[in-house]
């Protein structure tokens, strides 16, 4: 029999998409949806017309893990996006300025790069590139129903971008969530079949073999050197849904090693408790989840800051 490794129920939760709705607008209309708070029940064990408000992101709201939203209005009109709690840290975290310039390295389906666009207020410009052209195609269709307008699409490899392109002059913020092995996944297996639960238990399994992780990796190293080459990029945001050290830590650390510009930001997310597994001095300035107690999916996020002054060319 398939033993299901990690089963853990989570909660569902959608972020409220600010270019549409206020956080109010959404709670006043589940309200006459017929549902109601409920800060008491365990995140696992809500169920029925229930929600409650996240205490660490304000615009996300929890519901229970069964909860039926397909013909939800609030969901049709891109009120509400489904995104995971974990999955919200990244963009929360680089949190860029109105008029910045930003790129989004590994964007499609596109949940950051919409939650991007919504901390800019639909300003400035932010570059959306995947390698993958259906996943891309989903990034528009995603984006265009949130109704975001700051954001080019671009179908390619991030490794190939050029760097002193003028048209990526201006870049100063980069999140970058590559592909990983998407080992902290977990839960909604308990609406699989039997035979279904055992190919993905296999699929896990091949998900954690060892050459696997080692090769990406090595393309989750590159793709941050490569971002931190972009001349004018202040902050870079990095985040696996692994939670495997070599994706995770030990990548940071490499990082670390590699180049001399930039070293990891303090003060992140100080409200968050739960930091980088201990391997190397600074890991507290990481974050992890962890799902049976956060109640999300297992994450991991770093935030780069350069260090040395930019020169201004102007002067
Ligand atoms: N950030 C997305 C979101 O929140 O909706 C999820 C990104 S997913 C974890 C990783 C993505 O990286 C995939 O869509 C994959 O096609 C893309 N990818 C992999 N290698 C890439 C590369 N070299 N350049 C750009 N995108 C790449």
């Known amino acids: 029999p398939a033993r299901i490794r990690d089963a853990v129920v989570l909660p569902r939760w959608i972020r409220v998409n600010t270019l549409v709705a206020s956080v109010e607008k959404v709670i ?66 680089l949190n860029p300025p109105k008029d910045s310039t930003v790129i989004d390295a590994c964007a499609a389906p596109g949940n950051k790069t919409s939650h991007l666009s919504a901390i800019m207020g639909n300003t400035g410009k932010i570059f959306a590139f995947d390698m993958d052209k259906r996943r891309l195609g989903t990034l528009k269709k995603m984006t265009g129903r949130a109704r975001c307008t700051n954001i080019e699409p671009i179908h390619g490899s991030f490794l190939d971008i050029d760097v002193n392109d003028e048209r990526y002059r201006n870049v100063e913020y980069i999140l970058l969530d590559p592909s990983c092995s998407g080992s902290g996944i977990v839960g909604r297996m308990d609406h699989l079949l039997d035979q279904d639960k055992e190919s993905v238990e296999d699929e896990a399994d091949q998900a954690a073999s060892e050459t696997r992780i080692a090769a990406l990796a090595d393309f989750q190293k590159k793709a941050i050197l490569h971002a931190m080459k972009f001349p004018h990029v202040k902050k870079v945001v990095y985040s696996t849904c692994s939670k495997h050290r070599q994706e995770n830590e030990d990548v940071v650390q490499h990082v670390l090693t590699a180049q001399e510009d930039f070293s990891l930001a303090d003060g992140v997310f100080p409200q968050w408790t739960r930091r980088g597994l201990p391997l190397f001095s600074g890991a507290e300035k990481v974050i992890r989840t962890e799902p049976k107690e956060d109640s999300c999916i297992g994450f991991f996020v770093a935030l780069f800051e350069r260090q040395t002054e930019l020169i201004n060319e102007n002067h």
């Open 28 to 93: 006043e209309m589940f309200t006459k949806l017929g549902y109601r708070v409920d800060s008491e029940t365990e995140p696992s064990q809500l169920s029925g017309k229930v929600f409650r408000q996240d205490k660490h992101i304000p615009e996300l709201v929890m519901l229970p893990s069964n909860v039926d939203l397909h013909d939800n209005p609030l969901l049709l009109d891109g009120s509400i996006i489904i995104q995971d709690k974990a999955s919200c840290f990244p963009a929360y975290i």
